[in-house]
């Protein structure tokens, strides 16, 4: 397996303070585990070879001895791995000693870094001590170790054949106004480690955890931190082990605290991913070259680190890429995107002057949530739902179920309700075209969604009003929609919300507006009805209703019957947009992230159907309407994805087919 992936641990080795002989042999066991479980790289706390608190026991010959025998062995150790190693240590550099993070890789030492940043303030006393790495990491490129000469100072860690490039801070370089990590990040490493020894006090952790995933995400870095534990001396404060692996601004895995023994955390680092991510955003070159300083860093190179590997592959993927997996996270984000759509057709109506919004209403799931959008929207500006055209237009494939929904909907929230069935208009076009209406195929249906469509154009004509289109970001990205048909609208307002995302929203209207703590009694006029109907409207299967009922008057045209499970093609599109993560590693992800639910095979074969929708589709979304960008993946031909309407996909599908064979 080789996608890019890299897999990085923090360990928290149970010290001794001021025994290097037993801490090493922790710290072989940390390594002899992480081996085990296909660890590129390994990073240790900061001092973790004596312990971060020995106080003047630094001043003792005798510790700094024992503590180069100590690493002497860990060195020895780490011969036939090819895991790059980060250990704590210090060390005496002329009339100086200097907190460094010592660079271990198969039996060698191939680097030392110096701590920049030498605390001062409250319970640190480390100056008393140490001197700070600015005094001598640029003055200094090489070092004698262990009767070796090493590299010394500013560094980068570089595997040229897997392109991968780590850099190295020591726990207050990241706390200080301009980080270490930012500048090793604008210099090219793409994984920043931090060995640490950071106290714990009443709230730090989250503090901590927040610094850490902020300086990954400005960064698009990974950030592999590695804090001291329980076995420092607790005279006066007390060190929690708290470690966190993080990348791009997500958290990867967090240590538990407060443990009393050794402990690992281990997350597959996705490498392509960052240099995907720093290649389509230009600003991150643009602040190298402003405030970056290529020049003052040397690179070592690495033997070739190892791969992350398909049976230790620990990393969690989410089945909802769009929606926080955190419940409350997830209803504030749900929050955010609701918000955004009715101020975005708020402003809208109100630069257009519209004096109506116009919308078709059938019953489903999107024009339901643009449906509660609007009537946001007219709230927001004070204006009166009665001003909301709500209209229903039963045709071939309408079910009492949906028909009954759509009008409990526009009647319990005050639109005026119109209902214009559209079968006799379309059996004319039907005449008129030649088509025989037993044929049930493209024109069949197709013809039905450009009768609403040219109904509810005409009606905001009459009115002085925008008709407000329902389609979601899932039916873009697959082409589900008929050209100039449902496709278009006056504005867009769920663009960028796909199926998976738009019934999560759903129902926190249902949780938060119609009922519980912060309801709005005057949502609508009944919302406990309202709440219930659009359970009903969830529970329904998705359809766009163009094909007759079945013989017991139910839905016969199932959309994920033709096209797939939305829930699949919505991961797809997020990481095919987001992350240009291949067809290889893409089937790979959602494998993962799928066990359990699809077989490898099934996802193999939406999968293709996917990439030929996708590219095949794309002249709908080269002429696709205004509408809010709600989330990081737009497919708007303005603002969010640009490629011709006529580029070749087949290459995606040949390379799943590659793979199957």
Request: glycine share 8%; charged share 25%.
């Amino acid at each position: 397996m080789d996608f890019g992936f890299l897999k990085a641990a923090a360990a928290t080795p149970l010290v001794k303070t001021a025994n290097p002989e037993l801490n090493a042999a922790e710290i072989i066991k940390c390594m002899e585990e992480a081996d085990k479980e296909g660890a590129g790289l390994l990073v240790f706390p900061e001092l973790c070879l004596t312990g971060y608190t020995c106080g003047d026991l630094f001043f003792q010959p005798f510790l700094y001895e024992k503590q180069m025998e100590a690493l002497k062995r860990i060195v020895k150790a780490s011969k036939k791995n090819r895991m790059l190693i980060a250990v704590g240590c210090y060390l005496r550099i002329e009339n100086r000693m200097y907190n460094c993070a010592v660079m271990v890789q198969d039996g060698a030492i191939v680097g030392a870094v110096p701590k920049l940043f030498i605390p001062a303030d409250g319970e640190h006393e480390e100056e008393r001590w140490f001197a700070p790495g600015t005094e001598i990491a640029g003055a200094r490129t090489e070092i004698r170790l262990l009767d070796e000469t090493v590299p010394f100072g500013f560094l980068l860690f570089r595997d040229e054949e897997r392109n991968i490039c780590i850099g190295t801070e020591v726990c207050r370089d990241l706390w200080v106004p301009v980080n270490q990590g930012a500048q090793l990040s604008m210099a090219g490493a793409h994984i920043v480690c931090n060995l640490s020894a950071n106290l714990e006090i009443a709230g730090k952790a989250a503090v901590r955890r927040d610094l850490i995933k902020q300086a990954s995400a400005s960064s698009l870095c990974a950030y592999v931190y590695a804090n001291a534990g329980v076995g420092e001396s607790t005279a006066d404060v007390v060190f929690s082990g708290h470690s966190v692996i993080a990348e791009s601004g997500a958290v990867l895995k967090e240590s538990p605290r407060f443990l009393r023994s050794s402990n690992l955390i281990y997350a597959d680092i996705d490498v392509e991913a960052l240099r995907n991510r720093r290649a389509v955003t230009a600003d991150f070159d643009h602040c190298a070259n402003y405030y970056g300083d290529k020049d003052l860093y040397r690179e070592v190179s690495l033997k070739k680190l190892p791969r992350a590997e398909e049976k230790n592959f620990t990393r969690h993927y989410s089945k909802l890429p769009f929606l926080p997996e955190n419940p409350e996270e997830r209803a504030e984000a749900c929050r955010d995107v609701f918000s955004i759509q009715t101020a975005a057709l708020a402003g809208r109506l109100e630069r257009a002057h519209a004096k109506k919004a116009v919308i078709g209403i059938s019953g489903g799931l999107d024009s339901t949530l643009a449906l509660l959008v609007t009537a946001g929207a007219f709230r927001l500006m004070g204006r009166k739902t009665e001003d909301i055209v709500a209209l229903t237009m039963p045709g071939f494939g309408t079910t009492d179920q949906t028909y009954n929904n759509a009008l409990t909907i526009m009647r319990l929230l005050g639109t005026e309700v119109r209902e214009i069935p559209i079968g006799e208009a379309v059996l004319q076009h039907f005449k008129d075209i030649g088509h025989d209406p037993e044929v049930k195929d493209a024109a069949y249906e197709n013809a039905q969604a450009r009768e609403r469509t040219q109904i509810l154009m005409d009606i905001a004509n009459k009115e002085g009003g925008i008709v407000v289109g329902t389609g979601d970001l899932s039916e873009e990205a697959l082409g589900w929609c008929t050209y100039n048909g449902d496709h278009m609208s006056m504005y867009a307002v769920n663009a960028d919300v796909p199926k998976t995302q738009l019934q999560y929203i759903i129902r926190w209207v249902m949780a938060h507006r119609l009922s519980g703590e912060e309801a709005d009694e005057k949502f609508s006029s009944d919302n406990a009805l309202l709440k219930k109907t659009l359970q009903d409207i969830l529970d329904t299967p998705i359809s766009p209703e163009l094909l007759p009922p079945d013989k017991d008057g139910k839905i016969a045209q199932k959309t994920e019957n033709a096209v797939g499970p939305y829930i699949l093609h919505d991961f797809f599109l997020f990481h095919t947009v987001r992350h240009q993560v291949g067809p290889g590693k893409l089937l790979f992800l959602a494998s993962q992230a799928f066990a359990g639910d699809y077989e490898e095979e099934e996802i193999r074969k939406w999968l293709r159907l996917f990439y030929r929708r996708f590219f095949t589709q794309q002249f709908k979304r080269s002429c696709s309407p205004d509408g809010p960008k709600v989330n990081a993946v737009d497919l708007s031909p303005r603002g969010g994805w640009h490629v011709p309407s006529d580029a070749d996909g087949s290459l995606w599908i040949s390379d799943l087919d590659r793979d199957e064979n």
